[in-house]
């Protein structure tokens, strides 16, 4: 059976952002560990059960087996390479300027509103927490409380003022 080859597309080749929560790498951490003793053992044993029922270019279910026998041994080569080049977010001290893991409070148009600002793996916009890569998180970023800071998005700029920092 010959498999389609697809293109790879624009995003393809970015590495996943190193920064994480300790929260998030315990996560990692945890579910590969579940894959390596649980599921991986698992697969194993079911390729080699329908091994065992001969003819293979004729076999869906072991041709199927393997493939999701890959998608884990690939899934633990990603966990893998992500715990062991993470960088774990610890927020300092010195709230004079926004640094990752500070919680920002800004002031855009008379509304205010506050963001946690992480690594682009823990991004939840609607749950207050931005990347640092984003438009918004790249533009606080080393800036002080009173600041204000042109925003760009759209093609245009909005300005916030930086209110408070934690």
Do not use: W
């Amino acid at each position: 059976m010959r498999v389609p080859i697809r293109k790879p597309g624009k995003y393809a080749h970015l590495k996943p952002d190193v920064h994480l929560t300790e929260a998030k790498f315990n996560e990692l951490t945890r579910s590969l560990e579940r894959l390596k003793t649980v599921s991986r053992p698992a697969a194993v044993i079911e390729v080699r059960r329908l091994v065992e029922l001969g003819d293979f270019s004729e076999n869906a279910a072991y041709q199927m087996a393997k493939g999701r026998l890959r998608g884990i041994n690939q899934r633990i080569l990603e966990l893998e390479d992500r715990t062991k080049h993470a960088v774990i977010i610890t927020p300092t001290k010195n709230v004079a300027t926004v640094q990752l893991g500070h919680r920002v409070t800004i002031e855009i148009a008379g509304k205010q509103a506050a963001y946690v600002i992480l690594g682009s793996a823990e991004t939840n916009p609607l749950g207050g927490v931005i990347s640092h890569h984003s438009p918004l998180g790249s533009a606080l970023m080393g800036h002080a409380v009173g600041d204000r800071v042109t925003i760009q998005s759209g093609g245009k700029g909005v300005e916030c003022r930086i209110i408070k920092i934690e």
